[in-house]
């Protein structure tokens, strides 16, 4: 959780930032408008790519993050049961 709280900041300041430069960009463009509003669509367009990316790759981390607890898991259930089997055949030889 702390990663993807990381993330969640990360990207309100992308776009937190983004607006700020586009209202900033809007303000003191030496162009035209149809070419200032080419930009900011180009912009917006890049940190919509860029935010893909990311969340692209912190979905991937998760996932692997997942496969590994999973593994442990699966690494420990068979560990408690070899040691309940073995516990079992102890106790069956001691009574015997």
């Not at 990381?6 to 776009?15: D, F, M, Q, S």
């Not at 070419?35 to 180009?42: E, G, P, Q, V």
Request: without cysteine; aromatic residues 4%; charged residues 35%.
């Amino acid at each position: 959780m702390e990663n993807f709280n990381g993330t969640g900041r990360l990207v309100g300041a992308l776009v937190v930032g983004a607006l700020a430069g586009a209202a900033l960009g809007i303000l003191f463009a030496p162009e035209k408008g149809s070419r200032t509003r080419s930009n900011f669509m180009d912009g917006a367009k890049d940190l919509v790519g860029d935010m893909k990316r990311k969340m692209k790759n912190e979905a991937a981390e998760l996932r692997k993050k997942a496969e590994d607890l999973e593994e442990q898991a699966k690494d420990k259930l068979e560990e408690v049961i070899n040691n309940v089997k073995h516990k079992t055949a102890e106790a069956a030889n001691n009574h015997k």
